[in-house]
């Protein structure tokens, strides 16, 4: 039962675009969630968060949604350059910590062409 | 630099081998997580470790899978016998704990896995 759900496997953007990645999740007890990128052959990295006391966190080209009564979140990268291809990963956690147990999605894959 | 290490980065082997994947977690973090990766499942939890204490393993298979924390340093992930199906990147991560600052996890490089 995938919990955190990342519908779009994959994603193509122009550069210079709005890249928009999607994250659903079925978990009401879920109450933080993160972005994660990931790099070939790398572990992946920490990019922005999310508690679900706000519904929008920025971070210079990064932003992140949350419609919580919707169980639905989403990243937003503007503008797009060539280094933010990579697999994006939605995570989620039932506590108010990024740092706990955490349930991730499949993953989206998102090519940026220059 | 603190990171999480992982040892081996890939590892070919013969299925019904034993593979012993082992993480040296970030000095000070006190909660270390083990998550396997797949086409299918993405980043899927095996097992996760409070102050060397399991406590969720739920989504390890336990008949062929075990993991221990020998010590504060190193935390060990083992396969006996290994099969096909378990061909994956494995992956270590550790945190500071509930309530630390430093609100997210932080991962290691990965054990490239392939049983043939």
């Known amino acids: 039962d995938q919990q955190v759900k990342q519908n779009s496997p994959s994603l193509s953007v122009q550069e210079g675009r709005i890249s928009i990645l999607n994250c659903d999740y079925t978990n009401s007890m879920f109450d933080y969630f993160l972005w994660y990128k990931k790099y070939p052959a790398e572990g992946p990295t920490f990019l922005i968060s999310i508690s679900s006391i706000k519904d929008k966190n920025e971070d210079g080209r990064f932003t992140v949604f949350l419609n919580k009564s919707a169980k639905h979140l989403s990243l937003h990268i503007v503008p797009s350059q060539p280094g933010d291809s990579a697999v994006y990963f939605c995570?989620?956690?039932?506590?108010?910590?990024?740092?706990?147990?955490?349930?991730f999605g499949t993953g989206t894959r998102l090519t940026i062409i220059p | 630099d603190a990171r999480v290490t992982q040892t081996p980065r890939h590892k070919v082997t013969e299925m019904g081998q034993e593979v012993t994947m082992r993480c040296q977690p970030i000095?000070?973090?006190?909660?270390v997580f083990w998550y396997r990766q797949t086409m299918m499942q993405g980043l899927e939890l095996l097992a996760y470790?409070?102050?060397?204490?399991?406590?969720?393993d739920s989504g390890m298979p336990k008949d062929r899978f075990s993991a221990e924390m020998p010590d504060a340093t190193l935390a060990t992930l083992k396969i006996q016998p290994s099969e096909p199906r378990d061909s994956a990147v494995y992956f270590c991560?550790?945190?500071?704990?509930?309530?630390?600052?430093?609100?997210?996890?932080?991962f290691g490089e990965g054990s490239w896995l392939t049983v043939v």
């Open positions: 995570a989620a956690s039932e506590g108010y910590f990024g740092n706990e147990k955490l349930t």
């Open positions: 991560a550790s945190g500071p704990g509930q309530g630390a600052s430093g609100n997210t996890i932080y």
């Open positions: 470790f409070r102050n060397r204490a399991p406590l969720d």
């Open positions: 000095l000070g973090h006190n909660t």
